[in-house]
């Protein structure tokens, strides 16, 4: 069974620039790749950097450092929050590899990350989904700092992808596949961000 | 007080009342920063008049860093009310400092925010 949430676009076969790395759960434990999240989301943005760099022949050389840096920045925000997310929720009992890939287009960034996640957080994890794409972002983003400030850690606050959303005109979508017998669900999550 | 790391080290300097951060925070989750929200909320409770957090040398925050971020500002403007001066400096040329500056006026209005 598949279900998608948002404006979910299968890109296959895979065309233009891409990049593709995939997390194995039996290699390391959590811990250590948590390190790697970091490192990974590094690697991702300063590999794509180098295609922006003739986009940017209008501006002067200093604006356009200033530019090639928050585009940086931003790459790897998102990687980075997209890989935090596939570590903290992959089911790591499954021998499934998480993966986090990126495509480069004309107009636009697209980000995938796939993993496998526990059947009883689907159903908590499709509403939180619900309320992205139904409620306004900005309210919800602002409720979710408070909310997470006032109580305790909240480990499923969703304020990386909302801060994805407010803070970078990101736009997301999911897919859950179910894919054996017993069902395992796999998760992947889009995010594109469009460039100027 | 300061706690340093690999990759990160938050600074108090309480004589000219800055808390100084640099470098990357990654961390995992609140636990994980649960050190330096300690830091930076007896830094808080340790000055009179006024407090600034400088960003300006962070490189990189992570959303598990934005919510203890926003934590300890909720924690001096509501929870304590503190009657302090509370500044957070960042760079106004990194994009996500002055994105990350102005959600954290929006949710404390008597924040004071400067962009260099």
Redesign the interface.
Known sequence: MVQTFGEFIEIQPKQGEYLTIGFSPSCRPL?ER?QN??LSADFIAEYFRVFFIGKLMDLAKEEEK?VL??IK??V??VA??LL?NAMKFQNESLPFTAKIGLSLYDDKLVFCVTNCVDEQQVEPFQQFIQSLLNEDPQEL??KT??S???GS?N?R?G??LL?MIC?YSAKLSWKFETIQTPPVTVVTTMVLLEIY | MEIRAEKYSVVYDPDNAVVHCNGALLLNGAKEYEPILQLLNAAANGQKDNLTINLCDLKFLNSSGINMVTRFIINVFDVEALDIALTIKGQKKVAWQEKLLKNLQRLAPNLNTMLD
């Open positions: 811990k948590w999240n970091g200033v840096s928050n920045d931003t790897k925000y980075n929050e935090e983003y602002f700092m408070r997470n400030a006032l850690d480990n606050s304020l990386g801060s803070d």
